[in-house]
DNA sequence: CGGTCCGGAGAACAGTCGTTTACCGAGTGA
DNA sequence: TCACTCGGTAAACGACTGTTCTCCGGACCG
């Protein structure tokens, strides 16, 4: 631990194929090894007991060390949003990005959305977990983030010719239901990959027939029945 | 302090009318109390983070006292979960005995659930937070009760005329959806309380909204179109 | 009445925590 | 090359934690 200080991943000075920076270089590794360990102690606790302490262990720091990173432990779970938001923007694009018929949308759109949970699935835990937490400040940078989802979704629903003559206020609630069914959907795919009672498929499947039953009631909203 | 041992809530010995159970009477009531104060505390922060000690101070006896009640935290917060669910099963009552029109229903049912928010706010807030927060008993624990509800609710919704031929698989997709909803409303609720960016009449018209997109995705679930 | 039960109090235990301090040594740039 | 920057270290601080122990005094019961 003497002779090596700075080192943190394996291997030491293998980024550094351009040049100068680095020291830039090691300092982003070893916050991205904060973030990564912060993120491997969040899959069994919450981050209002994650401890400073703890988590510099984890990474293989000397706790001081986190205070060249990091204020708080408030501001690494900030950090943890935005990082955790990348892969959500990720799953989001991909599903934006389809047509065609409205069945077909929806399978392709739960297929995505199990993919993406099966890549990331400590992000989308963080999510799931401190969206409603204790830490103020990561509820409201996670409230910000997907409101900017919800408008990003209330432009792309407003193109659709189903929502000819919909006033903004209505698709938004729509969009928001959207949203929500996601996040729903991905945690429930978290707990069945815990072991949990139900199996992937039948969630898979609920969230198919969740979203048709809403694409349904759309297709009728202006029907007098 | 010390010349009134059992002293927590001011008046001592009132409700011993009824003869013997004195010991009984005032063990319950300090129960209720740890109880009280630990929902309290919850308000601002989450149940991994609560410290035995945080609670037997706000509660107003020694930190050993506790665990004449409770061997954990742990087990105190399952003890919350099912006061919790008390709350919630109240207002369930009530949902459940409504009839008459779609609209109407969802207007009563809608209106139900903000009262009920409001007269028990951290039994929500508690339930929301810890659904998907860092304590696994406390999780599985309100995972069941709310499994119980799904069931009952699958009851009503099959003796409904709308859910003539439904599979009992397809009408516990829909409790499921329900239920969740409801949640949701509660959490939004509770944080349009706590003075955040929409007011909440926009999120009840909004749950009636989202109620009534999915009655007419179910009355027409069974067309061709 | 007298012994027992039991929910409290208080003190002490070893840990862990967040934070500050002083210092080190390698990367950086004139 | 040389002074400087800066991400790292070790050590120490007081505060707080969960837990255990012994003791007390009122409720309980024969």
Do not use: C
């Amino acid at each position: 631990m003497r002779d090596a200080p700075g080192e943190v991943t394996g291997d030491p000075a293998d980024t550094a194929g351009s040049g100068g920076g680095v020291r830039q270089a090691r300092k982003l590794r070893t916050r991205q090894a904060l973030l990564a360990a912060a993120l491997r102690l969040l899959e069994r606790q919450s981050l209002s007991s994650l401890g400073l302490r703890e988590v510099a262990r984890e990474t293989g720091i000397a706790p001081a060390a986190f205070y060249r990173h990091f204020p708080d432990i408030t501001a690494l779970g900030v950090a943890l949003v935005e990082e955790s938001f990348g892969s959500l923007r990720a799953m989001v694009r991909e599903i934006r990005v389809q047509d065609g018929d409205v069945d077909g949308m929806i399978a392709r759109s739960v297929d995505l959305i199990a993919h993406h949970v099966h890549e990331h699935p400590a992000h989308f835990r963080f999510l799931a977990r401190e969206r409603h937490g204790g830490v103020e400040a990561v509820r409201t940078a996670i409230r910000a983030e997907l409101d900017g989802f919800v408008r990003d979704l209330v432009v792309d629903l407003s193109r659709q010719p189903a929502s000819a003559g919909w006033p903004t206020g209505e698709v938004r609630i729509l969009a928001e239901l959207y949203v929500n069914l996601t996040i729903l959907t991905a945690t429930a795919i978290l707990d069945a990959a815990a072991g949990a009672h139900r199996d992937e498929q039948a969630i898979l499947e609920a969230a198919r027939m969740q979203l048709r039953l809403i694409a349904l009631g759309r297709r009728h909203w202006r029907d007098g029945d």
